[in-house]
């Protein structure tokens, strides 16, 4: 049976208000043998589909404006959630087991801190922090929900710690703000290392000990957090991976 672990990070962003909420949607229309496309290999989703009609598709902002960019997206996601075919990339992604779709998730928070203008903070002013140019305090929230009515911040760490409590390998009190308590987090929990930039999958953890943490989406591109460009710009995008110091990948 398809997991639906930390797939409402995938959905349910603001953009209008579903008589559902996407549990309840997904008990109502889904059924595993007749709608699991991934199971079965296919790439093409059915965009007929009750739950994409009446839950996923809502292509409007958190104010209601509706995007021609917004709809090319929600389709995006619903192929990925309905046959695990990852369009923007142009692959199949294979879930991890146990912990949800970590790739789908980055897509979905990445597209969420985008559309909503997520701004940079690393709690300090000056380099790259952007609280005190765009008039607020400095925070950051240790959940993606609420940073949704909290403080429209992240960076790196704090991304990646989002998308790893919304698919369920980390817990919140596990959250952290920090790239290398990450890395320390992850080896703990015995993650298996990459070294070799060549190895990289969808999905791995990638670590470089300057300081910077992100999330590899395959076909040599990135999910990051790393700067308000980053925060904001469409992700994933393609970056060299030669500085990484090591990658790690989900136990299955």
Known sequence: MRTIAGVSGAV???????????????????????????????TNANFSHSL???????????????LAGLEARRKSEWRLFQTGYYDRINQQYQENAGGGSIISVADAIHKYMETNRYGYCVGRSGGLDECSKRGEAHGLNTTFEASKSGSHHACCATYVSWVLQETGYISNSEHTDSSAA?????????????????????????????????????????YNAGSGDRIRGASPYTKNFGSMTRAFRAPN
């Open 182 to 222: 990450l890395n320390t987090l992850l080896m703990r929990k015995g993650w298996k290392v990459i070294t070799n930039a060549s190895e990289l999958q969808a999905g791995d953890i990638i670590y470089y000990s300057y300081g910077h943490i992100e999330i590899c989406a395959g076909g040599g591109k990135v």
């Open 52 to 66: 994409y009609t009446q839950y996923m598709s809502k292509p409007t902002t958190s104010k209601g404006k509706y």
């Open 12 to 42: 349910n962003t603001k953009r209008g208000t579903p008589s559902l909420n996407f549990v309840d949607s997904y008990k109502k229309y889904w059924n595993d043998s007749q709608d699991d496309y991934f199971a079965k290999g296919m």
